[in-house]
């Protein structure tokens, strides 16, 4: 299965899991009137909502290049993970914060009852919510939607365990938890969030990939006979895993066009085969032409 094609499947797991979970959080939450688990409720709502936004974002990138997207449509992913984590941060924390910081500071005593109903609810929501999760977890390379994604699946369960603990306070007689394990749950979120709005924001405005990656390129460049130097080197993401990279070749003066034009192709093959570089733009130069250019730090 390819990592497209996992991504999705993993996509609209989760999205089937946080319908069924909402459903069971925000019923048990009338029952027992946990606000911990009327706060987790919300917490899968906003899920609901953004995941299906990242399916379709998901979806949408794998459209091949055209016209007016010459590089394809992998930032597609990347935006949908920025809307994501803003939604994630306006959405869902402050609205939870809204509703339990007041809380700290009431005398008024909330009344709970069928809390073991309560518990078992969570403790079955982070079971359920473990499966896409693990499906995540097993891929060895996932898009952006799907680290999104991933990274929402970690928040829901250090959300479920702040809401599971704040239960087991209520229920030693300590009400106090509940609101406490709210402003968790809406804590985690935004922590999470606001990484995954930086990252995230970085690729979209054009983030080079690292030292490593420009080394291999440079390497499997000048590892082909006939290439005397390379300079001008320059790379950029344009989508998970997708590079778009260009740097002069220096060669013979006294070669012909068409041996010039087979050293240009093997150092492409090369340069794809070492760093899977989808988009490559070399120029040719003849040997002393050029002033070299400081090497890639």
């Excluded at 109903?117 to 977890?137: D, K």
């Excluded at 209520?170 to 009400?175: K, L, Q, S």
């Amino acid at each position: 299965m390819s990592r497209h094609s996992g991504d999705i499947g993993a996509l609209r797991l989760s999205v089937e899991v946080y319908i069924v979970v909402f459903t069971l959080k925000l019923a048990v939450f009338f029952v027992t009137g946990v606000m911990a688990l009327f706060a987790e409720a919300f917490h899968t709502l906003s899920d609901i909502l953004i995941s299906c936004f990242l399916l379709v974002a998901a979806t949408w990138s794998l459209k091949a290049a055209d016209r007016d997207h010459m590089f394809g449509h992998g930032r597609a992913q990347n935006v949908a993970a920025l809307v994501a984590a803003t939604l994630f941060i306006s959405f869902t924390s402050y609205k939870l914060y809204e509703e339990a910081i007041p809380r700290l500071f009431t005398q008024e005593t909330a009344t709970y009852q069928n809390l073991p109903l309560a518990l078992g609810t969570l403790v079955v929501s982070m079971v359920i919510a473990a499966v896409p999760f693990v499906i995540l977890m097993r891929q060895k390379e996932r898009g952006s939607a799907a680290k999104a994604q991933f990274r929402e699946l970690i928040n829901d369960e250090l959300g479920l365990i702040a809401a599971l603990l704040g239960t087991i306070f209520i229920v030693m007689g300590e009400p106090l938890g509940d609101p406490i394990a709210t402003i968790v749950v809406a804590t985690v979120i935004a922590y999470g969030a606001v990484g995954l709005f930086r990252e995230n924001l970085s690729l979209l405005v054009g983030a080079a990939p690292g030292p490593e990656f420009m080394k291999k390129l440079e390497d499997a460049a000048r590892s082909v006979d006939g290439v005397l130097g390379i300079h001008g080197m320059t790379a950029e993401y344009v989508g998970l895993g997708e590079v778009n990279a260009g740097f002069h070749i220096e060669v013979g003066g006294g070669l012909s066009l068409a041996e010039a034009d087979r050293i240009s192709t093997e150092v492409h093959k090369r340069v794809q085969e070492a760093t899977g570089c989808r988009y490559c733009v070399i120029h040719v130069d003849p040997a002393g032409t050029c002033e070299q250019a400081a090497p890639a730090k």
